[in-house]
């Protein structure tokens, strides 16, 4: 039978919580430390992450007593807390879309100029190899032209030897 945890889960998360509230992201040497050091540090560890993750939804609320024991100012707290929470996950998505759609338009901008770059260039090769076959055959045309032309090449006749008129 496995052993009972030193920290409920509500304990942990709420452990983790105010230290989020005290302005540090939790560790898991700061949530064991925060739990006065019971129980194991992985399994503290294990239960923020849960948490944070989200997958924890189906875990006990954080207030593990009857409804009917709170009070009506507390559950109208609990209410505008969870509404709270609601409206800054939300916040915080919409900014975060914002910025990916920012950058996104900004990347597809970078990839048009880009292309339209590779386009000139491509235009400006195909100019350049038009002008590169003229020459060529200019160069051809020119090369044949000064190129020595076959002379009629005449007998010469013998020289009369060396003392003899």
């Not at 050091?37 to 923020?48: A, C, D, E, M, Y």
């Not at 100029?113 to 038009?130: P, S």
Request: charged residues 25%; aromatic residues 4%; proline residues 8%.
């Amino acid at each position: 039978m496995p052993q009972k945890p030193a920290c409920s889960e509500p304990e942990t998360i709420a452990a983790g919580m105010t230290l989020r509230m005290q302005g540090t992201e939790p560790t898991q040497a700061s949530l064991y430390k925060a739990l006065d050091r019971r129980g194991h540090p992985s399994t503290h560890w294990k239960v923020w992450l849960r948490h944070v993750s989200g997958a924890n939804d189906n875990c006990l609320p954080l207030f593990e007593g009857a409804a009917e024991a709170m009070s009506a100012e507390m559950t109208e707290v609990y209410r505008l807390h969870g509404m709270a929470l609601a409206k800054i996950r939300e916040c915080a998505v919409r900014e975060a879309v914002e910025r990916l759609n920012r950058r996104i338009a900004a990347l597809d901008k970078a990839l048009d100029d880009v292309c339209k770059d590779r386009d000139q260039l491509q235009d400006l090769v195909d100019v350049l190899y038009e002008e590169i076959s003229t020459l060529r055959v200019a160069y051809e045309t020119l090369q044949r032209a000064a190129a020595p032309r076959p002379t009629l090449i005449l007998p010469t006749p013998p020289k009369p030897p060396r003392g003899a008129t």
